[in-house]
């Protein structure tokens, strides 16, 4: 597949969540606290759905690499942001910068890599 037209280097998401329910892990005891796998998830749709209007009818995008680090906690009732930017397309492969703050302090960062396939399901 060649590169999908208007998928460019630069194309920024952003997403906004109030941690609770299932964004929070209980095993650090307390009220629970934002989880690692909750926080990648959140990254993981927001790269989807920053590009998912400009994909070819009949396609999706799928994630097939995650790097990322989870840097700090954020608390029950607090709004995490999360902000991904598309650092580079090869043919179908995607790269997303992408980021996740709670007001000033960054939560976790990385990178986060999609492939755009032919929707199966």
Request: proline fraction near 5%; aromatic fraction near 4%; charged fraction near 25%.
């Amino acid at each position: 597949m060649d590169a999908i037209e208007g998928i460019r280097p630069g194309l920024e998401g952003r997403l906004e969540r109030v941690v609770e329910g299932e964004l929070l892990t209980h095993h650090v005891g307390g009220k629970g606290t934002f989880s690692t796998p909750a926080m990648i998830g959140l990254m993981e749709i927001t790269c989807h759905r920053s590009i998912e209007r400009l994909l070819p009818a009949g396609h999706t995008s799928v994630g097939y690499e995650v790097h990322v680090r989870h840097l700090a906690p954020a608390a029950p009732g607090r709004t995490v942001v999360v902000t991904t930017r598309v650092a580079e397309v090869k043919g179908n492969k995607l790269k997303f910068e992408v980021e996740c703050h709670e007001g000033d302090t960054l939560l976790g960062d990385g990178i986060h890599k999609r492939a755009v396939v032919p929707a199966m399901f």
